[in-house]
């Protein structure tokens, strides 16, 4: 059972920035996949393959950046002009094992 918990989130005025990280209660190189999704649909932001090829949305591209650190079990989303559309609820998820493991969620709110 993997445990994730996301910090970071937050208020923020369009074209502002915000970093969301993501700790894990297990050592992240074991994982298949690690990334980030918002909204109810849980629609991909950024990931990292175990090959450690990054995704990342069309939308997002430029502006957000995806990082890992292994040591600290962590992951980073770091969020810049943010516009009021990145308001969502963000997700962090891990596959290990062909099982996937949601964080319980954060709020990114950008006002206009």
């Known amino acids: 059972q993997v445990h994730l918990v996301e910090s970071g989130g937050g208020l923020v005025q369009a074209g502002g920035s915000l970093r969301l990280a993501c700790t894990s209660s297990e050592d992240m190189s074991t994982f298949n996949s690690i990334g980030w999704y918002r909204r109810q649909e849980r629609k991909l932001v950024a990931r990292i393959s175990w090959t450690g090829r990054i995704t990342y949305a069309e939308e997002v591209k430029g502006r957000f950046t995806i990082s890992r650190d292994n040591a600290k079990k962590t992951l980073y989303l770091q969020m810049n002009s943010l516009q009021p559309e990145d308001t969502a609820v963000y997700y962090c998820?891990?596959?290990?094992?062909?099982?996937?493991?949601w964080g319980q969620g954060i709020q990114v709110t950008v006002s206009s």
């Open positions: 998820n891990v596959i290990q094992d062909q099982r996937n493991y």
